[in-house]
C-alpha cells in the first residue's frame, strides 16, 4: 500500500515546501498566501498529474496500439520531469514503474525491430518478384507477344509497385533504387518493342490496304461482264485472303465494297437462273406425266415389251430438254433411273437364263444329279433291305441333298 502522501512532504512556517527523498527533505516550493493543507494539497496534485501520465503510458504499452520507440522517447522525457519534480508524493516509486516501463519498452522495440526486418525482407522479396515478372515479359520474343494484352498487364504490374511503394514497409535507399532500376528498364525495353511492333503493324496495314484497294477496283471492273465474271472475282477473293489485314476501319470499308461488286455478278446470275426455272416450269410438269406413265413398266411381263416402253419414253424425256435449277432436273432423271435400272436388272436375268452356254452346263449338271439319284435310291434300297440303319440314314441324307440341287436348277 502506498504511503500516504502527507509523509512525503511538509510545509514550513514561512510556506516553504519540502518533499522527502530517502532521508532527505528536498525544497519544492512555496505556498505562502494558504494553510499548510493547501500547499500540500497543491503540490499533491502535481504528484497526481505525473503518476496520471505513467498511467496513460502503461495503458498505451499493454494496448499494443503505440510503437514501444515511440513510448520510450515520451518515457525519457517523462523521466526528466520526474526527477526533481516540484511534486510532493512517493516520487521513488514513479521512477520504479518508469524503470519497469523502460524493461518491458526495450523488450518489447526488439521484438518490433525483429518484426520490421522481416516485414521489411517480405517486401523486398515482394517487389523482386514484380520486378522479375516484367524482366520475365521483357525477356520473351517480342513477336510472339500478344500486346494488347501484355499492355494491360504492364500497366497492372506498375500499379502494383505504386500500391507496394505507399503500402509496405519502406525499404532500404540503395535496394529500392537498384529494384527501381531494374523495372523501369523493363518497363523501358516492353515499351520500345511495343512501339517497334505497332510501327511494323503500320507498315503491314498500309501494304494490305493497298493491295485491298487494286483489288476492290479490280472487282469493281467486272460489273460490266456480269455472270461471266464470277469466276475471275473468285480469283480476287483467293488474293483479298492472302493480303492480311489492313486494320479493322479500312478492313470493313473496304470489304463493304468489294463485296459489293461480287454480289451485283451474283445477282446478274440469280436473275438468269430464275429466269431459267420459269422456263422450266412447263418442262417439269411434262417429265413429271412420264414418270407416271414410266410407273407401270415394272408391272409389264414381257421384258421386251418393257423395253420397248422404256425406250418411247426415253426418247421424249430427251426432246423435251435441260431443266433448271439443276437440284430439280436430278431428282426427275434419279425417278426415271431407277425404271431403267429394273428394266436392265430384268433383261440380265433372262440372258443369263437363256445364254446357250449356260443352259448347256446346267443340262450336263441336270443329268448328272439324275444319275447320282438314281444310283442313291438303289443303294438305299439295298441299305433298307440289309436293315442296315447307319447306311440307310446316310443314302437317305445324300439322296435329299441331291434331288434339293435338282430342284434348284429346274429340274423335276
Do not use: C
Request: aromatic letters at 6%.
Amino acid at each position: 500500500m502506498a504511503a500516504p502522501a502527507a509523509s512525503f512532504g511538509r510545509v514550513d512556517p514561512d510556506g516553504t515546501v519540502s518533499v522527502r527523498e530517502g532521508d532527505q527533505w528536498r525544497v519544492v516550493g512555496q505556498y505562502p498566501d494558504g494553510t499548510p493543507d493547501e500547499a500540500l494539497a497543491y503540490f499533491e496534485r502535481k504528484f497526481a498529474d505525473l503518476a496520471g501520465e505513467i498511467t496513460l503510458l502503461e495503458t498505451r504499452h499493454r494496448g499494443g496500439g503505440a510503437s514501444a520507440a515511440d513510448l520510450r522517447g515520451t518515457v525519457r522525457t517523462l523521466r526528466e520531469r520526474v526527477t526533481g519534480a516540484a511534486a510532493v508524493g512517493d516520487l521513488a516509486a514513479l521512477e520504479g514503474r518508469l524503470t519497469a516501463l523502460e524493461t518491458a519498452l526495450d523488450e518489447a522495440s526488439a521484438e518490433e525491430a525483429q518484426a520490421q526486418r522481416q516485414a521489411v525482407e517480405a517486401a523486398a522479396a515482394e517487389r523482386t518478384a514484380l520486378v522479375e515478372r516484367i524482366e520475365a515479359i521483357a525477356a520473351r520474343d517480342p513477336k510472339s507477344i500478344q500486346w494488347k494484352q501484355v499492355t494491360s498487364e504492364i500497366g497492372e504490374l506498375f500499379d502494383q509497385w505504386q500500391r507496394h511503394q505507399t503500402t509496405a514497409p519502406r525499404l532500404p535507399k540503395s535496394l529500392s533504387q537498384q529494384l527501381w532500376k531494374r523495372f523501369r528498364d523493363a518497363r523501358a525495353t516492353l515499351d520500345k518493342h511495343r512501339r517497334e511492333f505497332y510501327a511494323g503493324m503500320d507498315e503491314q496495314h498500309r501494304a494490305a490496304r493497298d493491295a485491298k484497294t487494286r483489288l476492290v477496283e479490280r472487282a469493281e471492273a467486272l460489273a460490266s461482264k456480269g455472270e461471266e465474271g464470277i469466276a475471275v472475282y473468285r480469283t480476287l477473293l483467293d488474293e483479298w485472303k492472302r493480303a492480311g489485314r489492313a486494320g479493322k476501319k479500312a478492313d470493313d470499308a473496304l470489304w463493304a465494297r468489294f463485296k459489293a461488286a461480287g454480289d451485283a455478278l451474283y445477282a446478274a446470275r440469280g436473275e438468269r437462273e430464275h429466269a431459267e426455272a420459269e422456263e422450266s416450269r412447263e418442262k417439269i410438269e411434262a417429265k413429271r406425266a412420264l414418270l407416271t406413265e414410266a410407273a407401270a413398266i415394272p408391272k409389264e411381263k414381257d421384258t421386251a415389251k418393257a423395253r420397248a416402253q422404256l425406250t418411247g419414253i426415253q426418247r421424249r424425256w430427251d426432246e423435251i430438254g435441260r431443266i433448271f435449277p439443276r437440284e430439280a432436273e436430278r431428282g426427275l432423271d434419279d425417278d426415271l433411273r431407277k425404271i431403267e435400272q429394273g428394266v436392265k436388272a430384268r433383261e440380265d436375268a433372262d440372258w443369263k437364263s437363256n445364254n446357250p452356254e449356260t443352259r448347256a452346263r446346267q443340262d450336263d449338271m441336270t443329268q448328272q444329279l439324275r444319275e447320282a439319284i438314281a444310283g442313291l435310291e438303289a443303294e438305299l434300297e439295298r441299305a433298307k433291305a440289309s436293315k442296315d440303319q447307319r447306311a440307310v440314314a446316310k443314302a437317305t441324307e445324300a439322296l435329299e441333298a441331291r434331288r434339293s440341287w435338282l430342284k434348284a436348277l429346274g429340274g423335276s
